[in-house]
C-alpha cells in the first residue's frame, strides 16, 4: 500500500523532545518562543503567536477582530469543516463566495458580489498548498475595511508574487499530524499588526497580561513546548520538504497528461506551491466515476483521498443554522464531486511514483 501521508521523524525530533523532557518545562515555554520566532519567518511577518491547534488559531483571529452578532465573514465553500467552525464559534455569520477551477481557491469576482455593509472579514482558504489570487482580494479588503483572515493551514511557506502566505493581515496555520510541518495537534497565528499580536497573546492566556492581572474574557489556547520541540528539526528542513513535493508533482503531471477526462493540478503563474496536497479532478468524458475511481485505487493499493466531498455547508447540521448563509456555487459543488487526491509527500519512492502513474493510466486510459 502506498499510503496518501505519512509521518515519520528521525534523531533530531527524538532529540528535541527528549531535552524538553529533561528540562521540566513541558507547557509553553522558550521552545514554543523559538518556534514562533523561527515560523514568523517562514510567513514573512513580524509577529506569531503559537495556539494549540489550526481551529483555534482561526477562532482567535477572529475573536480579535470585535465583530457583532450578524457581522459577516466570506469564506471558500471548499474547504475542510474547521473553517465554518471556527466563523460559528466566534459568534460570527458564514457567507460563501464560488470558487475557481484553477486554483480551487474563492473566486475574488464573486467574493466582491457578495460584500455588504455586514461583511467585517474576507477569510480566503489556500487549498492543498497554493495561495488564492490575493491581489484582487487585498484591494476589495481594502475598498471596503474588511479584515483579511487566511485560512493557511494547508499553505505553510506558499508565495504569491513574492509574498508569504500569512502575511496579509491575520494568517492561520495548522500543524496537525498530517500538515506540512506537525506538532501532532498545534496552530499559529501571524500578523505585522502588532496590537493584534498583543491581543491575541493575551487572550491566548485566560486574557491575563501580568499575573491575575484580566483584561478580557480569555481562554487557554496554549501550545506546549513538548509539541513545538517536535516541530523545529522540520523547520531546518522545510525548503527541502517543499522541493519535494515540487519534484513529486511535476513527476505526476508528466506522467499523466493527456489522460481523457482528467484535469490535473497546476502551479498558476507567480505562485510558490508548496503541494500538501496533490489533487485532480475528473469530469464526465472521464473512463471511471470518481468514486469508481477510488475504489478501484485502493484495490489497486493506491492510498487516495476525497478532501471534500462536499461544499461544507451542505449539511444539516449547517443548513439549519441562521449563522451559515447559504449560496450557489456552481464551481466549488462540482469540483467536490470530482476531486481526488493522490500521494505527493516526500515519502514516495521513484517507483511508488511510477507506480501511481501505471495504475491512473490502466484505470482512466483509453
Ligand atoms: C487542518 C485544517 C484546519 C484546522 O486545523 P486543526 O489543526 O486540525 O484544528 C483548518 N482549515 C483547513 C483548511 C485545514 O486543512
Given at each position: 500500500m502506498i499510503p496518501i501521508t505519512a509521518v515519520s521523524f528521525g534523531p533530531e525530533e527524538e532529540q528535541r523532545v527528549l531535552e524538553v523532557i529533561r528540562s521540566g518545562i513541558i507547557a509553553q515555554g522558550p521552545v514554543v518562543a523559538e518556534f514562533e520566532r523561527r515560523f514568523a519567518e517562514i510567513a514573512g511577518t513580524e509577529h506569531a503567536i503559537a495556539v494549540n491547534n489550526g481551529t483555534t488559531s482561526l477562532i482567535a483571529s477572529i475573536q480579535v477582530l470585535d465583530l457583532k452578532p450578524g457581522d459577516e465573514v466570506i469564506t471558500s465553500p471548499f474547504t475542510f469543516v474547521a473553517t465554518l467552525n471556527a466563523i460559528l464559534e466566534a459568534g460570527a455569520t458564514a457567507v460563501f463566495a464560488d470558487i475557481r477551477e484553477d486554483d480551487f481557491n474563492i473566486d475574488p469576482a464573486n467574493v466582491r458580489s457578495l460584500v455588504t455593509e455586514r461583511t467585517k472579514a474576507i477569510m480566503p482558504v489556500h487549498l492543498y498548498g497554493q495561495m488564492a489570487d490575493m491581489d484582487p482580494i487585498a484591494e476589495i479588503a481594502e475598498e471596503f475595511g474588511l479584515a483579511i483572515i487566511e485560512d493557511s493551514a494547508q499553505s505553510h511557506g506558499a508565495e504569491y508574487r513574492g509574498r508569504r502566505a500569512g502575511s496579509y493581515g491575520l494568517g492561520s496555520f495548522s500543524f496537525y499530524a498530517t500538515k506540512n510541518l506537525t506538532t501532532g495537534e498545534g496552530g499559529m497565528i501571524t500578523t505585522n499588526d502588532a496590537a493584534l499580536a498583543d491581543?491575541?497573546?493575551?487572550?491566548?492566556?485566560?486574557?491575563?497580561?501580568?499575573?491575575?492581572?484580566?483584561?478580557?474574557?480569555?481562554?487557554?489556547?496554549?501550545?506546549?513546548?513538548?509539541?513545538?520541540?517536535?516541530?523545529?528539526?522540520?523547520?531546518?528542513?522545510?525548503?527541502?520538504?517543499?522541493?519535494?513535493?515540487?519534484?513529486?508533482?511535476?513527476?505526476?503531471?508528466?506522467?499523466?497528461?493527456?489522460?481523457?477526462?482528467?484535469?490535473?493540478?497546476?502551479?498558476?503563474?507567480?505562485?510558490?506551491?508548496?503541494?500538501?496536497?496533490?489533487t485532480v479532478r475528473l469530469d464526465d468524458t472521464a473512463k471511471l466515476s470518481r468514486d469508481a475511481f477510488v475504489e478501484a485505487l485502493g484495490e489497486a493499493g493506491i492510498g487516495c483521498g476525497i478532501y471534500y466531498p462536499k461544499v461544507v455547508f451542505d449539511y444539516d447540521a449547517y443548513l439549519t443554522n441562521p449563522l451559515v448563509k447559504t449560496s450557489e456555487v456552481p464551481v466549488a459543488t462540482r469540483v467536490a464531486a470530482g476531486s481526488v487526491s493522490l500521494p505527493v509527500h516526500v515519502h514516495l519512492s521513484d517507483e511508488d511514483i511510477e507506480t501511481i502513474i501505471a495504475t491512473v493510466r490502466r484505470l482512466l486510459g483509453e
Open positions: 491581543k491575541l497573546r493575551v487572550l491566548r492566556n485566560q486574557g491575563m497580561r501580568a499575573r491575575y492581572q484580566y483584561e478580557v474574557a480569555g481562554n487557554n489556547y496554549r501550545l506546549t513546548d513538548l509539541q513545538a520541540a517536535l516541530v523545529l528539526p522540520q523547520l531546518d528542513r522545510y525548503d527541502g520538504i517543499v522541493e519535494q513535493r515540487q519534484r513529486n508533482a511535476a513527476k505526476l503531471n508528466e506522467g499523466l497528461t493527456g489522460i481523457r477526462g482528467l484535469h490535473l493540478p497546476q502551479q498558476l503563474e507567480g505562485r510558490r506551491h508548496v503541494w500538501h496536497q496533490y
